[in-house]
Nanobody
């Protein structure tokens, strides 16, 4: 089991920045992959950024060059630094963790944090 708690969402003007945090209840070293997803009203949940095996990083094309995913292993925390925010980045952002034990993979989700980009 992994409990995930997101924080850092809020209201920001276009062009602004926010940093999201995701605190995990266990060591990140024990987690195979972590990522950030988002879901806008009326749309499907989509991958924003993910990190696996400690160093493999993927970004959605829409956020490349603007968002940066990182982890602080000492704090068991994952971050998403979001710069140059656009109105289309408005969504609920969810933290996800994938734990693999043998041949079994389990995914865990945080409760989500709202990000609103508006003037």
């Amino acid at each position: 089991q992994v409990q995930l708690v997101e924080s850092g969402g809020g209201l920001v003007q276009p062009g602004g920045s926010l940093r999201l945090s995701c605190a995990a209840s266990r060591s990140i070293f024990s987690i195979y992959a972590m990522g950030w997803y988002r879901q806008a009203p009326g749309k499907q949940r989509e991958l924003v950024a993910a990190i696996s095996s400690g160093s493999n990083i993927n970004y959605a094309d829409s956020v490349k060059g603007r968002f940066t995913i990182s982890t602080d292993n000492a704090k068991n925390t994952m971050y998403l630094q979001m710069n140059s925010l656009k109105p289309e980045d408005t969504a609920v952002y969810y933290c996800n963790a994938e734990v693999v034990v043998g041949a079994v993979s389990q995914r865990f989700w945080g409760q989500g944090t709202q990000v609103t980009v508006s003037s």
